[in-house]
């Protein structure tokens, strides 16, 4: 054995094939060793070599690419490990949504489920908000007005609030918007009695009232929509009605722009042109607060209806009809 030939010389760590140890590559397996200048050196060589001059695979001194019409195409070789392939940072931020959504849903349902009043428990922050039941709020001069009262039951219907009335002051704060009111019933405890001054045709009134949650208001309407007399019906159309003013005085009416034939107006004497001012006992300021009384009578029952008709007071008793 030539000991200086033994010093240049090494085996391949893949198939231990004898190979140079300038070498960065096995010339008989392909196996490389890393990159450097004499596999380059190496390279350019056998790619400038004339067809046919190469070793093919297997060959001693064998190049680990074959050579077919002066182009390079290479040898077979082991199996080849697969890198894994890293996400790009958009991904990272889709996932990273898709988890914020799916907490965010997870987390709002375990809320409504939360009962208000459950000792040791917080209730839905929507609940929290003191409820009367008055509908579609809207500013006015002097204060606060409404559409209708509603729920029946509800506390502005049993302190006998009806729409078209005007909340000045609640529990002692003055309100001159509508942000105003729902801003101080935010801040009222549910189950609070308070009192409310409002003007009705001008004049001052005031009544008492006790607060409920949005989750009590509700239930009292489930109650009313299920209630087994059904709701009644009357033979008009509130889209044919207007809230009208009475001259000579600040109050105001509904007129009836159409009577249907045949059905319980009708039948008892309303005529188009009348302007109802009471309906059972109920002052009327507004067609939604009519339509809502008319719903509220009980099928088959007789109301007196109260119009203005030419100037003059007229009560006419009416049996109700029922919605089908």
């Known amino acids: 054995m030539n000991p200086e030939m033994d010093a240049a010389v090494t085996s391949c760590g893949n ?9 960065r590559f096995c010339r008989n397996c392909g196996f490389r060793l890393g990159e450097g200048s004499a596999e380059y050196t190496e390279t350019v060589r056998f790619q400038n070599a004339p067809p046919g001059t190469i070793p093919g695979p297997g060959a001693p001194n064998a190049f680990p ?10 040898a077979p070789r082991g199996p080849i490990k697969k890198r894994c392939r890293r996400m790009s940072g958009m991904s990272w931020i889709f996932i ?24 040791g428990r917080p209730a839905v922050v929507a609940a929290q908000i003191s409820k009367i039941g008055i509908e579609e709020l809207d500013t006015t001069e002097g204060g606060v007005t409404f559409d209708h ?3 029946a039951g509800s506390p502005a219907d049993k302190a006998g609030l009806v729409g078209g ?3 000045t002051t609640v529990d002692g704060q003055r309100v001159e918007s509508d942000d105003d009111l729902l801003d101080l019933l935010r801040r009222t405890p549910i189950g609070k009695t308070i009192d409310v001054v409002y003007l009705r045709d001008g004049e001052t009134k005031t009544a008492k009232l006790t607060t ?32 009208v003013e ?3 005085t600040k109050m105001f009416g509904v007129r009836l722009d159409r009577v249907d034939a045949s059905l319980p107006a009708d039948m008892a004497g ?27 009578a009980k099928p088959y029952e007789t109301v007196d209806v109260v119009v203005l008709r030419g100037g003059e007071r007229q009560v006419i008793p009416v049996k109700m009809g029922k919605q089908e």
């Open 270 to 296: 309303i005529k188009v042109g009348d302007v109802v001012i009471e309906f059972a006992g109920v002052p009327i300021r507004t067609s939604e607060e009519l339509a809502a009384r008319v719903m509220r």
């Open 65 to 74: 690419y074959g050579h077919a019409g002066g182009a390079m195409t290479a």
């Open 15 to 23: 198939c231990h094939a004898p190979m140079p140890k300038e070498l």
């Open 96 to 119: 990273g949504l898709l988890f914020f959504f799916i907490a965010a849903a997870g987390f709002t349902n375990i809320v409504k489920r939360v009962r208000p009043g459950l000792p």
């Open 212 to 243: 409920l949650s949005g989750a009590e208001l509700d239930q009292l309407a489930t109650q009313f929509d299920k209630r087994p007399e059904g709701k009644g019906r009357f033979g008009y159309r509130e889209s044919s009605s207007e809230r």
């Open 246 to 248: 009475i001259p000579g």
């Open 165 to 167: 009335d005007i909340i």
């Open 149 to 151: 009262v509603w729920p």
